[in-house]
């Protein structure tokens, strides 16, 4: 198979799909890999690495999605991406559909065949293409609060660890998961007060142990978010229902009810977002202000530590994105049930319930079956 690999056009986006190590692994296994010019150099990863491991490097994007059979990406594809894209051809990255319907207005158009990084799974029920980045955005979120939190950026000025005779900050975490856990670590490793709230009793306990009792772990309801936001000094939105749009879980009023120059760190955006008034920002612009609250809502955040990123992502895709080509995707899926959760888009048809379920009132979607739009 040609494996396409483009440079990323987003915002202050530095990540790559593939590494020269990865690279190496397709071409063993027989495959071409076609790289665009200086696809990794803004990270390191230079046309030089990407040859001597036996990649062909491209003038353009438009030369990889002409010639590629698939494509291998991290973030969204941007329109003009989408319009490249063709029937026949495989789209390997982040999608993050359901709160976009532009991108899958576009997706269904190409006719291309579209996985998710973010809704494949594992044995464990789990996200092993979401949980690197997920990893990385979690601990991100406390060092960006903490940035933020100092007086110069907008924020109240308090310092998340204290000192001696002064009282640390006080971090909530709403959501127990990859992101809040990596979130939790950070803030504790800084000293901070941490509260992590979630819904499941077994995973607080589990937190409980994990964190042998250093943070505070309550079950999330309405008025726990509400009492314990407004003694907070940095909120963590790190809320998931994989492949939907995130619930809004902090409300406008919450905000309104925080601390004045307190921070709000929305994980969630991708996905739509879990506070009531983010909206989605970039590195190069990444906060705004609310009723006194710094917002820092930062669609790519992993984006930031882009060669830490780009390893963490290789390490989960590599395995997935060989099988799509050793067997072809259609086969490769077949075989995988984990594999074929990640089939969002197929030809036309959404193949992912929950994009249909927050999109298909508005646009007009049906839901069909994987296994269907496969076999048709």
């Known amino acids: ?79 003009n991406e989408c319009k490249m894209l063709r029937k026949g051809q495989t789209l390997y990255t982040y999608l993050h559909l359901a709160p976009d319907p532009k991108q899958t207005e576009l997706l269904i158009a190409s006719g291309a065949t579209c996985i998710a990084y973010e809704t494949v799974t594992d044995n464990r029920n789990a996200l092993p293409l979401l949980a690197p980045m997920s990893e990385v955005a979690g601990r991100m979120a406390v060092q960006a609060g903490a940035h933020y939190l100092e007086k110069a950026q907008g924020g109240s000025g308090t310092l998340l660890g204290g000192v001696p005779g002064v009282a640390p900050g006080k971090v909530l975490i709403i959501g127990g998961g990859v992101v809040g856990t990596n979130s939790a670590k950070m803030a504790l490793g800084l000293g901070a007060d941490v509260t992590i709230l979630d819904r499941s009793l077994p995973r607080l306990r589990e937190l409980d142990d994990i964190f042998d009792g250093r943070v505070k772990t309550v079950f999330s309801t309405v008025d726990a978010i509400e009492h314990y936001s407004s003694k907070a000094d940095l909120v963590v939105g790190a809320v998931l229902i994989p492949g939907a749009t995130a619930p809004k879980l902090l409300t406008a009023e ?32 990444p906060v705004y202000v609310v009723d006194g609250v710094v917002h820092y809502c ?40 984990h594999l074929l959760n990640g089939l969002n888009v197929h030809e036309g048809k959404i193949t992912y319930k929950a994009v249909v379920d927050a999109l298909g009132e508005s646009m007009g979607l049906t839901y069909t079956d994987p296994k269907t739009a496969l076999s048709a």
């Open 1 to 79: 198979m040609l494996i396409g690999v483009p440079k990323e056009i987003k915002n202050h986006e530095y990540r790559v799909g593939l590494t020269p190590a990865a690279v190496k692994e397709f071409v063993v296994h027989g495959h071409q890999v076609l790289v665009e010019d200086n696809a990794g150099a803004a990270i390191g990863f230079t046309n030089e690495e990407f040859v001597a491991a036996g990649a062909e490097i491209a003038p353009d994007a438009a030369t990889v999605f002409a010639k590629a059979e698939m494509i291998v990406k991290v973030k969204e594809p941007q329109e």
């Open 254 to 285: 919450h905000v309104k009810n925080m601390k004045e120059g307190s921070v709000v760190v929305d994980v969630a955006i991708d996905q739509g977002g879990c506070f009531e008034t983010s909206k989605a920002t970039t590195h190069q612009d």
């Open 298 to 337: 930062v669609a790519n955040m992993p984006g930031g530590v882009a060669r830490t990123s780009t390893m963490a992502l290789n390490n989960a895709t590599l395995p997935f994105g060989l099988a799509l080509a050793n067997k072809g995707p259609k086969q490769a899926m077949l075989d995988d049930a």
